[in-house]
């Protein structure tokens, strides 16, 4: 789901089309700049498949209206943002390739759970000329906190619902595994935290300009904004 994402979105779409995404359901929470006129060449390739989703603090929403419309379209569903990006671990290797390799380890693993890997500011201030990918290469350390947050790449025939931007209720006897295959994963994080195979590169700072814009949004899932004090948190540039 996205607001005002105009700026970033058609990388954030070839992106993921170049590490085998094949499809991506986005609904467009009334957003006021051009994204719509953005998105109309992949709308019309069918790559892209377009809702309007108005009100506020409706991801959760956009969430199982997905899962409901399309779990019988696609082997695997991925709930990210538009500052997440999917990076399999080894080059050119594709997103489809890891996960089935991923979810081969245990039986009854119906979902992946990527753990954030936090990238900072790599010192703009102002928003910087280029790709978010070239511009941001600066990230916290594999050992940070933050980075034990997850979000879910999973079989949306086997979930009941998402009840957190994190994470789904699974139907019974199926479970979330780390990005290893090996280790159970429960709700908003993972305790062995681990971007082996796969993980979700997180550019939530971006540049303090962008950040600010990022405010005017509001939040995703509820009525609320961003705090201005989150920017400082979660500017991590420890490792290049």
Known sequence: ???????????????????????????????????????????????????LMPGIGRQLDAYNDAIEKHKHECRYMAFIDLDEYIMPENPYKLIPDVVKQVLSQKRNAAGIALNWCLYGNSGHKQRPVGLITESYIDRAHETNPMNHMVKTLCNPRLVHKYISPHYPQYKLGA??????????????????????????????????????????????????????????????????
């Open 1 to 51: 789901i996205a607001k005002n994402e105009g700026l970033y979105i058609r990388e954030w779409i070839e992106y993921h089309r170049l590490v085998g995404i094949s499809k991506i359901y986005l609904y467009d929470n009334e957003s006021s700049d051009n994204t719509k006129q953005l998105l109309q060449p992949y709308i019309e390739n069918a790559f892209v498949e377009y809702q």
């Open 175 to 240: 479970i979330s595994v780390d990005s290893t295959g090996a280790y159970r994963s429960k709700g908003w994080f993972c305790r062995n935290l681990t971007f082996k195979n796969i993980r979700l590169n997180h550019y939530y700072c971006k540049s303090e300009e962008d950040y600010k814009i990022k405010t005017s949004r509001g939040l995703g899932d509820r009525a609320g904004s961003y705090d201005l004090s989150m920017y400082e948190k979660m500017n991590f540039n420890d490792v290049h």
